[in-house]
């Protein structure tokens, strides 16, 4: 992996450690896998992956509504301004927003029908991206992937440690 990703990264010296070289590995594989999809969704549907997965997110809580904050808590890739997103997806008539009736700090945000179009319509590609891109792999790497994966999810360290500070 070393000299492929190194090239990649078009880095000269050795990785500090084996652990920066695959979180590195990490980022640029998530960063290549995501690209694709990222651009189709901007050239079929004009939406961004954040946009698209804040859609998917009210679309499965469906007929509930959610909070912001819930819709945040639920991102694949975080986004700090999940406001900003639902604005967007707001002005295009994607979701909706009501007050919550005990709390009027509260917006509650629903996906509209046009919303449930717009992913009937990319729910053909949505399935078929996951398999154009892995499929090389073979179903036991691909399975082995995921069992790594889950892994590396499950026994996340924390960064800062709290006894550095």
């Given at each position: 992996?070393?000299?492929?990703?190194?090239?990649?990264?078009?880095?000269?010296?050795?990785?500090?450690?084996?652990?920066?070289?695959?979180?590195?590995?990490?980022?640029?594989?998530?960063?290549?896998?995501?690209?694709?999809?990222a651009?189709?969704?901007?050239?079929?549907?004009?939406?961004t992956?954040?946009?698209?997965?804040?859609?998917?997110?009210?679309?499965?809580?469906?007929?509930?509504?959610?909070?912001?904050?819930?819709?945040?808590?639920?991102?694949?890739?975080?986004?700090?301004?999940?406001?900003?997103?639902?604005?967007?997806?707001?002005?295009?008539?994607?979701?909706?927003r009501?007050?919550?009736?005990?709390?009027?700090?509260?917006?509650?945000?629903?996906?509209?029908?046009?919303?449930?179009?717009?992913?009937?319509?990319?729910?053909?590609?949505?399935?078929r991206?996951?398999?154009?891109?892995?499929?090389?792999?073979?179903?036991?790497?691909?399975?082995?992937?995921?069992?790594?994966?889950?892994?590396?999810?499950?026994?996340?360290?924390?960064?800062?440690?709290?006894?550095?500070?």
């Amino acid at each position: 992996m070393s000299r492929s990703l190194a090239d990649a990264l078009k880095q000269a010296k050795p990785f500090d450690s084996r652990e920066e070289e695959v979180v590195l590995a990490l980022q640029h594989v998530a960063a290549r896998l995501i690209e694709p999809w990222a651009l189709y969704l901007k050239g079929t549907a004009q939406l961004t992956p954040s946009q698209y997965n804040v859609l998917r997110i009210l679309r499965g809580a469906r007929p509930s509504r959610l909070a912001s904050s819930d819709i945040g808590r639920r991102l694949v890739a975080r986004d700090p301004d999940v406001t900003r997103l639902v604005d967007r997806l707001a002005d295009r008539g994607l979701v909706d927003r009501v007050r919550e009736g005990r709390d009027r700090r509260v917006v509650e945000v629903g996906i509209t029908r046009e919303g449930l179009a717009l992913l009937k319509q990319l729910d053909p590609a949505v399935q078929r991206f996951p398999k154009a891109m892995l499929t090389r792999l073979g179903a036991k790497r691909i399975d082995q992937l995921a069992v790594l994966l889950q892994d590396v999810l499950s026994s996340l360290g924390s960064f800062p440690d709290p006894a550095d500070q």
